[in-house]
């Protein structure tokens, strides 16, 4: 079993940044792609952005240019550097990661963009 835990979510003003952080634990391998997406009420969870274990990204083109994914395979860690935070940026993040084919879910941390 791999268990996600995410921190980092709040409150920011449109503008702002937050930083996103989600550390895997229990049986985990470097293998296997981690990421983030997000979803509001009444919407389907979407793809924010994903990074392989060789550090290949993949970006929504809603957050390309402002939001910047990275991983640390030491210390099984996935990170979303958010910039420019809009309104429309507001959701439940949740992390997940890929690992021989199943996707295991953090319990999502709330990023509120409102002034």
């Given amino acids: ?26 049986s985990v ?19 924010v952005a994903e990074i392989t274990s060789g550090g290949t990204t993949n970006y929504a083109e809603f957050v390309k240019g402002r939001f910047t994914i990275s991983r640390d395979n030491a210390k099984n860690t996935v990170y979303l550097q958010m910039n420019s935070l809009k309104p ?11 690992q021989f084919g199943l996707n295991y879910w953090g319990q999502g941390t709330q990023v509120t963009v409102s002034s």
């Fill in 29 to 47: 391998f470097r293998i296997g792609a981690m990421g983030w997406y997000r979803q509001t009420p009444g919407k389907q969870r979407e793809l």
């Fill in 88 to 98: 429309e940026d507001t959701a439940v993040y949740y992390c997940y990661k890929d």
């Fill in 1 to 26: 079993q791999v268990h996600l835990v995410e921190s980092g979510g709040g409150l920011v003003q449109p503008g702002g940044s937050l930083r996103l952080s989600c550390a895997a634990s229990g």
